[in-house]
């Protein structure tokens, strides 16, 4: 089978000159959550954009399911749901009305039956009636899920689905990503918030200038790119580090309360049984210490940085 | 062919129309017989008859045409701009639908509307005047036409316009005049030579005098140019639209 989703050299230039994607190459696997992250203006739209519709590539090959979006639109637009990341509503249409329209209008002959299911599951039902304009922004955020949902899309984009949402409907929205998943539909989701990505995602791309950095299992990402951090209590406070110490990755931290030793879990060895032995030897006793993994934030930003 | 797309445009567009009901029909119903009171009654019953047609009667096509053109050229504005301006636009663009069904459903749901006003009217001075419709096919046929052309038009202003001013300035600074002078309240033939042949200039001349011809079998030109000229402007239209959706004018970056 062909992947879902298949970018070949994607370049888009906009009128003024300004050059939103620089040759984006990426494949998203059927059946995957795959998190796209960025900063503001890295082209996270822009790309989505390009793959909907909305948008004109200047250059460069975009395949859906193996068709072309361009010569083939009918094809990869009705296997693609999209979630913007505005709340772009027709005030006065009934959510109801809305959602019917969303499938009428990509191709799908009608079936309320879907439609109910679908708005149930974002618990809009006792709201089908209601004029969009008199609800509130998550629930408008919730039509507009369910209008991406109404025609059954294979292919689903969340574009900063979470921006100024409420935990429930955090929590709602993912639980309805999930069990898309599960019916084999492929979500790509851009998001600020990392931890959203590090809890879903099975995969990770990080775009910055218009540019792919990386792309990798999540796992993989956080093993590869993280560090592990050791912290140490200390008993008594130091002045400064001590000279065995000083060669080594360590920092006081908290006026000298503790000390904090940064190390690869990559490598043969951590060196931590050494450290401990060097603080013995120096004298310097402690009463606790734990450590902590990076995390994708930290990573991500680690990233961006490396590449500006 | 998407003809669910089709339907799921055109039917909103038409449940626009009746979420605005007064707006949509009410309001050029009225203010159509309210010219049609001033200028038919009122005026016109101190006028004789034009070319052997009661005055009351003569008006009748021209006062159709205004409110066609003006109606599809507002609604057909307002239903492409609404929803660039509010940004639902994107799911029309993003869907599985090609220009010429986007049209279908946009410019069919605002010519729609317009032959009903029109029927509306005529149905409305029918019981004001006598009227008898010598060509009722041609009559239909210039009642499409104008319909589509403007409505298409009215597309064409919705996707240029990037603001509510330029929305309405069309209509205002050239519409009304146009049709104003184009006939709709005399006969051309009435005008002096240079204002006659100035007339020749403007559009809506062919277009109220083809409508009147299919009534009355009374003409300034002849309606083999009325129907030339009006099918014209239409396939211009087309063509605008074409490159518009081609281009992605002002629809996509």
Not at chain 1, 201 to 207: K, L, P, Y
Not at chain 1, 257 to 283: F, K, M, N, V
Request: glycine share 8%; hydrophobic share 45%; charged share 20%.
């Amino acid at each position: 089978m062909p992947d879902i989703l298949t970018i070949r050299d994607l370049h888009k230039t906009y009128p003024g000159g300004f050059e939103a994607l620089k040759g984006v190459d990426l494949d998203i696997d059927r059946g995957e959550i795959f998190a796209l992250l960025g900063p503001n203006g890295a082209g996270k739209t822009t790309l989505i954009s390009i793959v909907c519709g909305i948008a004109n590539a200047t250059s460069g090959s975009i395949r859906v399911d193996d068709f072309d979006i361009v010569d083939d639109f009918r094809e990869t637009r009705s296997r693609i749901g999209l979630v913007p990341q505005e709340l772009p509503v027709d005030a006065f249409e009934t959510v109801w009305d809305t959602a019917t329209f969303s499938r009428g209008l990509f191709g799908r002959d009608s079936s309320p039956q879907h439609i109910e299911k679908v708005l149930k599951s974002l618990s809009l039902w006792d709201k089908k009636d209601s004029r969009i304009i008199d609800l509130s922004g998550g629930m408008k955020r919730r039509v507009l899920i369910a209008k991406a949902l109404a025609h059954e899309p294979e292919l689903l984009f969340l574009d900063e689905p979470t921006a100024g949402v409420d935990v429930e409907l955090r929590q709602d929205m993912w639980d309805v990503v999930r069990e898309l998943r599960e019916n084999g539909v492929t979500i790509v989701l851009t998001t600020h918030y990392i931890e959203e990505a590090e809890q879903m995602a099975d995969r990770v791309g990080v775009i910055n200038n218009g540019e792919i950095i990386v792309v990798e299992d999540k796992t993989r990402l956080m093993q590869e790119l993280g560090r592990k951090q050791l912290f140490i209590q200390l008993q008594q406070p130091l002045d400064a580090l001590p000279e065995p110490l000083s060669d080594l990755p360590v920092e006081l931290l908290h006026d000298g309360h503790e000390l904090c030793y940064t190390y690869d879990t990559r490598s043969e060895s951590t060196g931590i049984t050494a450290l401990l032995r060097t603080l013995q030897e120096s004298g310097i006793h402690f009463n606790d210490l734990h450590t902590s993994q990076s995390s994708l934030e930290d990573i991500f930003v680690d990233l961006v940085r490396r590449t500006e | 062919m998407n003809v669910n797309g089709i339907k799921a445009i055109y039917g909103y567009e038409m449940a626009r129309m009746r979420r605005t009901l007064v707006q949509s029909i009410v309001s050029p119903v009225l203010s159509t017989s309210l010219y049609f009171i001033v200028f038919g009654a009122a005026i016109g019953s101190r006028i004789s008859e034009i070319d052997g047609i009661a005055y009351g009667a003569f008006i009748v096509p021209g006062l159709m045409m205004l409110a066609i053109l003006t109606e599809s050229l507002s609604n057909a504005s307002f239903g492409i701009y609404f929803p660039r301006f509010t940004g639902t636009i994107f799911e029309v663009l993003s869907a599985p639908v090609s220009w010429v069904e986007v049209l279908l459903g946009y410019v069919g749901a605002a010519a729609t509307k317009s032959i009903i006003i029109g029927v509306i009217i005529l149905l409305t001075a029918n019981l004001f005047v006598d009227i008898r419709i010598a060509h009722p096919l041609v009559m239909l046929l210039f009642l499409v036409m104008t319909s589509v052309s403007f409505s298409l038009f009215g597309f064409i202003l919705g996707v240029w316009a990037d603001g509510w001013e330029k929305l309405t300035i069309v209509p205002i600074l050239v519409i009304t005049p146009l049709t104003f002078l184009g006939g709709t309240f005399y006969s051309i033939s009435m005008l002096p030579p240079v204002w006659q042949t100035l007339s020749l200039f403007n559009p809506v001349v062919y277009l109220i005098s083809g409508f009147r011809w299919s009534f009355y079998e009374n003409a300034d030109v002849s309606v083999g140019i009325s129907i030339a000229i009006t099918s014209g402007f239409l396939l211009a239209c087309l063509l605008v639209v074409r490159w518009i959706f081609k281009t992605g004018y002002r629809l996509r970056s």
